[in-house]
Structure formats: C-alpha cells, structure tokens
C-alpha cells in the first residue's frame, strides 16, 4: 500500500465527528439529507484541488484513476477473472469476464459499463464492484471498456455497448452465462449507455436484456434545476464537470434531444426490460435517475428504485474508504442476483 492510501484509509478511519470537524465543523445538509462524514471530508479535500474542467481528457483520466485507486476497496478473494477482447464496430474492446468461486455449469449473466461521462473510466474502475457482484450476486459478470471520447464521440459508446450486449448473448456459452438470463448494468454513463441498450433492443428487435441495472444514470444530458443545482457542487461529480463531459462526447448541443443520448426523451417505454434503479442522494443526477424510474413504472415496467441518501457520485468506487459504500453496493449486489437467478 502506498503511504498516500495509508494516509487516506487511516484518516477516514476517524470517528464521525471528529471528521466533520475537519470538513468545517457541521454536517452537509442539501435537500434534507445529510452526507455521509467520509463523504464530506473527501468533499471538502477533492474542492481544493484542481477540477478535471482544467485538465484534457488524458491527463483527466490518469489523474482520476490515480485519486479512485486511494478510495476503491480490494477485489473479492477467489473470484475469477480473465482477460478478453469484445468484438466491436471500431475494433476490439477490452474486457473482463468475471465468475465466482467455485462456479460450475452456466450461470446468469451481467454485462457491465463503468462510468467517466464516456471521457474518462476503464476496466480497473469498476474492477472492485464487478468481483463484489460476481461474488454476491452468484452471477458471470463481462466488465467491457467502451471507445471514449473526444478521440471517439457519440454514437461510438452506444454502437460498442450494443455491440457488446449482443456478443455476449451469441457466445453466452462460452462466457458460461444462461442465454436469456443476461443483464446488462452500469454506473453513471454505464447506466446510461445500459437504458440505451434496453431500448435498442426494443427499437432494432434483438433480444431483451433480462435486467437493466441503472446506477446513478445519466438519462436526460439537457435536464436542469433541481438536484443539478442544489448538488450541483458537490464532489465528485458537478455541474460543470457534466458540462465539460457533455462537450467532449456529443458532436453538437442539438444531440442532447436524441433518445440514444438522452434515454428519458424516449416517449414510448412500454415493454422494455425490468429494472433496478439506485441514485445517491449528493448527486446532481439524483433527480433524473428518479424521474426515469417514475417514468418507466408509468409505461408498466417492473422498476425496483432506491436512493442512497447519504452517498456522493461514484460511491461504487469508494468501498475501501467509506463503509456506507460498501453497504450500498452490497445491496445492490444482492438485488442484482435474486432479480438474475
């Protein structure tokens, strides 16, 4: 371990309140609901130091990397992990296939995205949350790092999503998951690249995924107020930085009413696959992954929608710092696998 993840694990290890001391002396409060102590110290620290708006997206990516690999707990112990290539519309993608300890036969399966406004984020920043869901949840999880822009912009992550969805399904065998029984899932920009490929599936008739897990989504790239602004300063994700990701995906402001960039402006969502919905409660998309789990319950959609109040932005990758976290995502875990098996 490094000494700067010592410094970090051992200061979040601090009682509660000696923690919101040291992030200014009193809770944050932001629409009835108080954040997390870890969360605030990391706040109050991640405020000073330079926002990804100022850096290019390269060296954006390795400095995030760097910062979440101070926060992100180990990988399960035992699970399984092999190294492949997705076939993909711009060439191959890499990937992870993730299975549990001592799995034998086929199994239900996930296809997973990580989040990073589909500018930032690779295989490794969601490596701790597939292991976690692969041991939990009991399932095969098939971890694939989509293009990124600006090299690659929109509609590149949403062709190398389906693509992805669609490879798995043809070599579900292979991947020792059940045909039929695949989901596909996300966090933030892999949650909505997830509710894109539900409704692909229904707009171009391929197989529906069995499940579409929506952490944190992006679902509308032009929704404004609410939470946008009430948290739309909080770290780790803010306002201007979901300005600044929507400016390196998206060819032109005019994409942003486009149903495979903005999944909530889709009018008809009757009969897409059933859903498991979970926002934070610090979090300037808390509002529109909300108002998409009304949405598609409206449309008779199976949704299960729960909001981690207490948590920030991107508290999949925080399970090694902040034990609310590790909570969640075990939850989440949990969820996944009775909706799979």
Known sequence: MSLQK??????????????????????????????????????????????????????????????????????RSGVEVQPLEVPGPGGP????????????????????????????GDLDTCHTFCSMISDIAGIAVLNVAYRLAPEHRFPAQVHDAV??????????????????????????????????????????????????????????????????????????????????????????????DDVRVSPMKEADLSGLAPAIIVTAGFDPLRDQGAAYAEKLKAAGVSVAYSCEDSLPHAFTAMTGVIPAANAACERIARDIGAALR
């Open 93 to 120: 993608l890499d990937a992870r296939l993730y299975l549990p300890a001592g799995s034998t036969g086929p199994l239900p399966g996930l296809v997973f995205f990580h989040f990073g406004g589909c500018v930032i």
């Open 163 to 256: 693509a992805a969805y669609k490879w798995a399904q043809g070599n579900a065998e292979d991947l020792r998951m059940i045909p039929g029984r695949i989901g596909v899932g996300g966090d933030s920009a892999g949650g909505y690249l997830s509710a894109v490929v539900a409704q692909e599936a229904k707009r171009e008739g391929f197989e529906a995924p069995a499940l579409q897990l929506l952490i944190y989504p992006v679902t509308d790239w032009s929704w404004k107020g609410g939470s946008m602004e009430s948290c739309g300063d909080v770290y780790p994700l803010t306002a201007d930085i979901m300005e600044w990701f929507g400016a390196h995906y998206l060819n032109a402001a005019s994409e942003k």
């Open 6 to 75: 010592f410094i970090v694990r051992t200061l979040l290890k601090l009682p509660d309140g000696i923690l919101v001391k040291m992030s200014g002396g009193k809770p944050l409060a932001i629409d009835g609901r108080i954040l997390d102590a870890r969360a605030q110290l990391l706040a109050v620290q991640g405020a000073r130091q330079p926002s990804i708006t100022t850096l290019d997206p390269v060296t954006a990516r390795s400095a995030t990397s760097e910062g979440l690999s101070l926060l992100d707990g180990a990988p």
